[in-house]
């Protein structure tokens, strides 16, 4: 590497898919460049030991207003602006007509 990353991210547990582990990531122009480690060269250092590193912002309280005032947001809408944000997660707090208070609702 001809010049150091932007930031480390050192000594996280990273969450997969498929799997768990702990390593470092390079952050370079505000993108993952590379996880592993160790990586020497480095602007910013954040020690991460202990923690879980997530993949994104999760919005734990939003009204995606579905279903019943689809006209305000719904789903498509709503989880399509997060994404953009660079919210990975919303868990939906229900303010609906009807309640959906059951699986299939």
């Known amino acids: 590497m001809s010049r150091p990353y932007d930031l480390v991210i050192e000594n996280g547990t990273i969450h997969t898919p498929t ?25 910013e250092r954040i020690d991460a030991a202990g923690r879980d590193v997530l993949p994104g912002i999760w919005h734990v309280h939003c009204h995606f207003r579905e279903p019943g005032h689809t ?5 498509q809408t709503g989880s399509a602006a997060a994404a953009v944000g660079g919210v990975t ?6 303010n609906n007509t009807p309640h959906p208070t059951t699986l299939d609702d």
Request: with cysteine.
């Open 71 to 75: 006209y305000k947001e719904d789903f």
């Open 19 to 43: 799997s768990s582990y702990r390593a470092d990531i390079a952050v370079l122009e505000g993108r993952i460049a590379a996880i592993g480690g160790p990586f020497e060269a480095a602007a």
């Open 89 to 94: 997660m919303c868990i939906d707090m229900t």
